[in-house]
T-cell receptor, first 113, second 114 residues
């Protein structure tokens, strides 16, 4: 199994641009999670999906952030427009069921200048 | 709101010592608890998963215990090695019958000196 795959690994963009982060969960995992990690705030849950349906998006910081899961093998996290304070490492994780063990991807390091 | 506290925040020890990392959480209604390791600039690697009905889990030199009623978990590392240097994160899982989400502590950064 290739694990949870995230792309790109690094993204540098200018303020105001649209950014799209991508995630492919482990095949057969029904739950998918997006986290953001910063030095100041640690790991924060942004949104999670069960069976492709968003269950809790209370962690999404602003309307500039949106996430989709069009099918069981793909999810995107979009920021439009991006701001320097969005700079962080964004992790995707998947789990076989809502209360199963999580597997994390390697993350996308986003820098907004 | 679930709050997770890890003590100590940082730890530096000589190689060979046995270590205890502590984690406390405010909401005891958890489904399970997972310990992760994170190396600098890297992702999270799962170390141990303890179900709420279990008291402990072991993997090699690692042993994690869970006391749900008191809201505590400990990670015990035996005979520490320089390769154990990393940040260790505790994450209890909250949820209902069909939902769940991990809440993370700030971590304990461990340095094992040769």
């Amino acid at each position: 199994d290739a694990g949870v795959i995230q792309s790109p690994r690094h993204e540098v963009t200018e303020m105001g641009q649209e950014v799209t982060l991508r995630c492919k969960p482990i095949s057969g995992h029904n739950s998918l999670f997006w986290y953001r990690q910063t030095m100041m705030r640690g790991l924060e849950l942004l949104i999670y999906f069960n069976n492709n349906v968003p269950i809790d998006d209370s962690g999404m910081p602003e309307d500039r952030f949106s996430a989709k899961m069009p099918n069981a093998s793909f999810s995107t996290l979009k920021i439009q427009p991006s701001e320097p304070r969005d700079s962080a490492v964004y992790f995707c994780a998947s789990s076989p069921w809502a209360q199963g063990g999580y597997t994390f991807g390697s993350g996308t390091r986003l820098t907004v200048v | 709101k679930q709050e997770v506290t890890q003590i100590p925040a940082a730890l530096s020890v000589p190689e060979g010592e046995n270590l205890v990392l502590n984690c406390s959480f405010t909401d005891s209604a958890i489904y399970n608890l997972q310990w992760f390791r994170q190396d600098p600039g890297k992702g999270l690697t799962s170390l141990l998963l303890i179900q709420s009905s279990q008291r402990e889990q072991t993997s090699g030199r690692l042993n994690a215990s869970l006391d749900k009623s008191s809201g505590r978990s400990t990670l015990y590392i035996a005979a520490s090695q320089p390769g154990d240097s990393a940040t260790y994160l505790c994450a209890p899982l909250l949820g209902s019958s069909n939902t769940g989400k991990l809440i993370f502590g700030q971590g304990t950064t461990l340095q094992v000196k040769p």
